[in-house]
Nanobody, 121 residues
């Protein structure tokens, strides 16, 4: 079973930076999309950034120019680089990979367990 593990969350002051990383326990044969979502208390989970298999990226308006999604195909990791953080960025962040575990397997969504990011002075 594929498990995604996030790391890099924590407490940071406003204006600071964090790097979130997501790695898979098993290699995914065909990876079609990778993404980061976040969910703040009392709010719905929202898309922060994603990247397709050909490298096309999209970002939520609230993070454009501050966050960058990076995929390392050699290390098989996906990183969310977050700069100029504000208290509104406080949330649990989840990574999502969509792909095929094997050539004949269906494409599935795989979620990480979440990592907490708190922006506070």
């Amino acid at each position: 079973q594929v498990q995604l593990v996030e790391s890099g969350g924590g407490l940071v002051q406003p204006g600071g930076s964090l790097r979130l990383s997501c790695a898979s326990s098993k290699r995914i044969f065909n990876l079609y999309r990778v993404a980061w979502y976040r969910q703040a208390p009392g709010k719905q989970r929202e898309l922060v950034a994603d990247m397709t298999s050909i490298g096309t990226t999209t970002y939520a308006d609230s993070v454009k120019g501050r966050f960058t999604i990076v995929r390392d195909k050699v290390k098989d990791t996906v990183t969310l680089e977050m700069d100029r953080l504000t208290p509104d960025d406080t949330a649990t962040y989840y990574c999502l990979w969509n792909g095929r575990r094997e050539p004949d397997a269906p494409a599935l969504d795989y979620w990480g367990q979440g990592t907490q990011v708190t922006v506070s002075s």
